[in-house]
């Protein structure tokens, strides 16, 4: 780590809060690929965003493209992923934007290392498990990366060939195979409003 470096202290989170008039927060998805994390946490972005609430998604995939584009996929390159992750969305929090992060994210240590950065900055941290049985995820398997895994071209597949740890206790658990999406991303919302972190 750097040295010679120093941080320059300015707005608030509250003074930003009064001036935006908004809270922000992060609301982390987890679960298996193809559980339906992307598709939950676009619909639950558009909804935000129509209603005047600034929010803004960070998606596995996308960010692959770009920030994290130096990463595989061996456990030490996806620890750092979420590391990063977490950094970024815990900024778009501070910056009373609501950060929507939909990631495999499969190891509860690097989940709550997310989570204990957010309430160190005493920023809220939402954990939201989309829950599906792997079946369901392999018989979905848009990208065909079940069977590529099935078949030992992918190494290191979640679920397959590599750990999955389900969340203990999510602020939200979503059964995303006995929901429609709509009604997943309105579970969040009703959760958001009753928290009070968004009014509606």
């Known amino acids: ?35 339906g994390k992307s598709t939950v946490a676009c619909a639950l972005e558009q909804f935000l965003l129509q209603h005047g609430i600034n929010a803004y998604r960070l998606d596995g995939d996308n960010v692959r493209f770009g920030l994290n584009n130096d990463l595989g996929f061996s ?30 994210s499969p190891y509860i240590a690097d989940r709550e290392k997310a989570r204990v950065l957010h309430e160190k900055a005493g920023l809220p941290f939402v954990e939201v498990y989309v829950d599906v049985p ?52 309105q579970q969040i919302i009703a959760y958001l409003v009753e928290k009070k972190y968004i009014t509606l």
């Open 1 to 35: 780590m750097a040295t010679n470096i120093t941080w320059h202290e300015n707005l608030t989170h509250a003074e930003r809060k009064g001036l935006t008039k908004q809270s922000g927060l992060t609301i982390w998805l987890t679960g298996l690929s193809a559980s």
């Open 75 to 104: 456990e030490a390159d996806r620890n750092e992923n979420i590391r990063r992750i977490a950094e970024v969305s815990k900024l778009f929090a501070d910056s009373t934007t609501i950060a929507i992060t939909s990631f495999i």
């Open 134 to 185: 792997i079946e369901v995820a392999e018989q979905r398997d848009p990208k065909g990366l079940y069977k590529k895994a099935r078949e030992g071209i992918i190494k290191e597949f979640t679920g397959i060939s590599a750990p999955y740890e389900a969340p203990k206790k999510p602020e939200i658990h979503l059964k995303n195979y006995e929901s429609t999406v709509e009604e997943s991303a």
